[in-house]
């Protein structure tokens, strides 16, 4: 499990998902299961653990408990796969949003630009768009606003200017792409190639999409006084989680029924957000950029 993934504030979020005897749970990002041990450890005989994850690559790591599900699927189908099996109410659901360290150290993956690799990203290998294939098909106008948006690149204009002047061969690796990238940069070079591979990943994978369709589901299965609970590491997923579990919506929109009275399916625990101690941020370098924020349904 250490070469594949670190848990993350892993107390912290096992204690707010306030765990209490049998229950229905989802680990929603499975990876090497360091979540899902720790729920398990404190889950009782007739409790049900759901775990998903949709890297064929996690089930090296599957945990041998008959309480445990593994689903190997994007948590975004989680209204789905509790309809097909017959769930209608769960107790808590933990996601850790982060890339897992495998998922970054495996060079064939193309996540990283530290390997000489085909530019892939794709978190489901079944998925048919690559990050080649989007440096070689996306117009102008979209790679401007996938860079702005999903990475803060602040020269996301010459960026993408550059990328469509240079499409004359069939495939991008990531040493083509850095060398390019090394050309128009801003700043210090890792921290802006970092900026763009994640843009990349993000988009190939509709990180937030997945999001909001795994937050809308929480809204409908968490039992009343149910416990959501999300990990997340960039700025884009931390407001996205803030607002739904202010607000019920991704938008932070205050939505009022035709009686006037406020939407507010959830209560709000982590009054500040949570974020790693610095002893955790030494061992775990993952754990600089993490955010922990919980909820309880009302």
């Known amino acids: 499990m250490s070469e594949y993934h670190i848990p993350v504030l892993l107390n912290e979020s096992i204690d707010l998902l306030n765990i209490d005897g049998n229950g229905v749970y989802v680990d929603a990002t499975f990876g090497a299961g ?14 049900k653990l759901l775990v998903f994850d949709q890297d064929q690559d996690a089930t090296q790591n599957l945990i041998e408990d008959k309480r445990l599900i593994f689903i190997d699927s994007n948590f975004r189908y989680l209204d789905n796969y509790l309809r097909y099996l017959k ?3 769960i107790d808590g659901i933990l996601a850790d949003l982060g890339v897992s360290s495998f998922q970054f150290d495996s060079a064939d993956r ?41 990475g803060e690149v602040r020269n996301s ?13 069939a495939i991008w690796t990531s040493n083509r792409f850095n060398s390019l990238l090394d050309k128009i940069r801003m700043g ?41 609970v999300v990990i997340s590491y960039h700025s884009i997923e931390d407001r996205i989680v803030k607002n739904f579990m202010k ?6 929109e205050m939505i009022k029924d035709d009686f006037g ?4 399916p959830f209560k709000i625990i982590t009054k500040q957000v949570v974020i790693a101690d610095q002893e955790e941020q030494r061992r775990n370098s993952r754990a600089k950029s993490a955010k922990l924020r919980a909820a309880r349904k009302i």
């Open 34 to 47: 360091g979540h899902s041990r720790e729920m398990l450890n404190r889950l009782g005989p007739d409790s």
């Open 87 to 89: 769930i209608k109410k």
């Open 110 to 150: 193309g996540f990283s630009y530290r390997f000489d690799a085909m530019l892939d990203m794709r978190m489901n290998q079944e998925m048919s768009l690559t990050a080649n294939d989007l440096l070689q098909s996306y117009p102008e106008e979209e790679l401007i606003d996938v860079f702005s948006k999903y």
């Open 157 to 169: 204009k010459t960026l993408a200017r550059e990328i469509v002047n240079n499409r004359s061969q």
């Open 188 to 228: 210090q070079a890792a921290k802006y190639f970092a900026q763009v591979y994640q843009a990349i990943r993000i988009e190939i994978n509709d990180e937030m999409g997945a999001l909001k369709d795994l937050l809308q589901a929480s809204k409908k299965h968490l039992s009343k006084d149910g416990r959501l």
């Open 247 to 252: 607000h019920g919506n991704a938008k932070g």
């Open 261 to 264: 009275n406020i939407d507010r």
